[in-house]
């Protein structure tokens, strides 16, 4: 399996601009996540998914930031108008059963820049 | 409620020397542990992860970890460092009952030097 794929790597936009980020899971895992670090908050639990659900979206900053999950095998992660302090990496990561009992399996992450 | 503190944000150590990098946590229930590694512009790769049974996790790259419950620690442990071990680690906490809620230690930088 090629891991968890997400595109793009980078992303540079002007503020105000709407900013769609991709991300495809390990084939048969049930859940996704996405996931923000920045150097101030560290790792940051955006959403999660279940078997294409949203379960808990409780860490969206704003309703600037939206995910869906059409299909098992995509996801989306939009921003829209983006500002600045949305700068940062966002991780889409999936897990078989459950990151709390099998681990994670990360993406490469896209760097956000908002300029 | 559950909680990671790791000791140290940033550990130096020669090549070849022993690695610990130092977690402990907080948990009302039983934990699940995890230790994840992080390299430059890259995603965070899970190390090791302790659920139940033996408390000395081994992991890849010859980490391993020890879990202690009566010191409420699972520190990060390799005999002997390698270049290629530069890279930032996250200690984990889960509940054994809430899948889904993982909190992250704030990471601690690992640098080796020749």
């Known amino acids: 399996d090629a891991g968890v794929i997400q595109s793009p790597r980078h992303e540079v936009t002007e503020m105000g601009q709407e900013v769609t980020l991709r991300c495809k899971p390990i084939?048969?895992?049930?859940?996704l996540f996405w996931y923000r670090q920045t150097m101030m908050r560290g790792l940051e639990l955006l959403i999660y998914?279940?078997?294409?659900?949203?379960?808990?979206d409780s860490g969206m900053p704003e309703d600037r930031f939206s995910a869906k999950m059409p299909n098992a095998s995509f996801s989306t992660l939009k921003i829209q108008p983006s500002e600045p302090r949305d700068s940062a990496v966002y991780f889409c990561?999936?897990?078989?059963?459950?990151?709390?009992?099998?681990?994670?399996?990360f993406g490469s992450g896209t760097r956000l820049t908002v300029v | 409620a559950q909680s990671v503190t790791q000791l140290g944000s940033h550990v130096s150590v020669s090549e070849g020397a022993l690695v610990l990098l130092r977690c402990n946590y907080s948990?009302?229930?039983?934990?699940?542990l995890f230790w994840y590694v992080q390299y430059p512009n890259q995603g965070l790769q899970l190390l090791l992860k302790?659920?139940?049974?033996?408390?000395l996790v081994k992991g890849i790259n010859g980490f391993e970890a020890e879990f202690k419950k009566s010191e409420t620690s699972f520190h990060l442990t390799k005999p002997s460092a390698h270049m290629s071990d530069a890279a930032e680690y996250f200690c984990?906490?889960?509940?054994?009952?809430?899948?889904?809620?993982?909190?992250f230690g704030t990471g601690t930088k690992l640098q080796v030097i020749p």
């Open positions: 990561a999936s897990s078989l059963q459950g990151a709390g009992r099998d681990g994670y399996t």
């Open positions: 084939s048969g895992h049930d859940y």
């Open positions: 998914f279940n078997n294409n659900v949203p379960i808990d």
């Open positions: 948990s009302s229930v039983p934990p699940y």
């Open positions: 302790y659920t139940t049974g033996a408390t």
């Open positions: 984990a906490v889960s509940d054994q009952g809430g899948y889904q809620k993982v909190t």
